[in-house]
């Protein structure tokens, strides 16, 4: 789904429990390229069986086909955290476009225990695993001679690891699994911390943002568009969900 000119969402409508994905729109070298946030799980587990059988990157792929985008056209693969519903993918997107995976050095060992079980039955050898580069915050520019400038977050916890993207030209925060609407990421995984979480809320929530893209349509698509509509459920957030996680 086309949201502007030069974001896409894709949320996800399965049963199973996947990612939304997006793609950020930028120009190298006078070709459109795209960096795609979260490419989400190969295959997706409708019934909690432990057998992947639903087309989650498929369906990815065919909603971008539709929006005339190839994954070919993909120039930088950005995870914001190494669950498999989010960073699942990623290696076959890689396999499909040649773009570099990043993600933050600290989710590295959660990444390698999710995508091997993602990839069940399929030998990976420890350059599949390894990420071609380790974000850190800071400026992440891409593409030549004017690309695109984003900025990257650090957010723990719901993972160590986990970052944000913002797009400060577009008000464009992408957030994965830190904040939904009205809601916040669970920290009772390996690495999560309330704590920490906290304090990655009141740094996101301090943002002029005018559009949050989180990682998941948990009672609503998780698209939040809008000054009013993303500062009212930061507020909502802050006041009412934070207090809950110590409770």
């Known amino acids: 789904?086309?949201?502007?000119?030069?974001?896409?969402?894709?949320?996800?409508?399965?049963?199973?429990?996947?990612?939304?994905?997006?793609?950020?729109?930028?120009?190298?070298?006078?070709?459109?390229?795209?960096?795609?946030?979260?490419?989400?799980?190969?295959?997706?587990?409708p019934f909690g069986t432990g057998e992947f059988t639903e087309?989650?990157?498929?369906?990815?792929?065919?909603?971008?086909k539709c929006d005339g985008i190839d994954v070919r056209d993909v120039g930088f693969i950005f995870n914001t955290h190494g669950?498999?519903?989010?960073?699942?993918?990623?290696?076959?997107?890689?396999?499909?476009?040649?773009?570099?995976?990043?993600?933050?050095?600290?989710?590295?060992?959660?990444?390698?225990?999710?995508?091997?079980?993602?990839?069940r039955g399929i030998r990976l050898t420890s350059e599949d695993i390894a990420h071609d580069i380790y974000l850190e915050e800071g400026v992440l520019d891409l593409g030549k001679p004017a690309g695109i400038s984003l900025e990257v977050i650090r957010t723990p916890g719901h993972t160590p690891g986990s970052v944000s993207l913002w797009w400060a030209e577009k008000k464009v925060l992408v957030v994965g699994d830190t904040i939904f609407y009205r809601s916040v990421g669970r920290t009772d995984g390996p690495g999560g911390d309330s704590a920490e979480l906290v304090k990655s809320v009141n740094r996101l929530a301090s943002i002029?943002?005018?559009?949050?893209?989180?990682?998941?349509?948990?009672?609503?698509?998780?698209?939040i568009v809008g000054a009013q509509e993303v500062r009212r459920n930061f507020d909502m957030v802050v006041r009412r969900v934070l207090p809950m996680l110590f409770v």
């Open 1 to 45: 789904m086309k949201l502007t000119d030069d974001v896409y969402a894709y949320v996800w409508q399965g049963q199973g429990n996947n990612c939304n994905t997006y793609l950020l729109k930028y120009a190298d070298e006078g070709k459109t390229k795209y960096v795609m946030v979260d490419p989400g799980l190969v295959m997706a587990d």
């Open 55 to 64: 087309p989650a990157l498929a369906t990815v792929l065919e909603s971008m």
């Open 83 to 119: 669950h498999g519903d989010h960073a699942g993918a990623s290696l076959d997107v890689r396999r499909m476009c040649g773009a570099p995976m990043a993600m933050h050095r600290a989710d590295l060992d959660i990444y390698e225990m999710k995508v091997a079980r993602a990839h």
């Open 208 to 223: 002029d943002a005018e559009c949050v893209l989180t990682g998941h349509p948990y009672g609503h698509p998780g698209v």
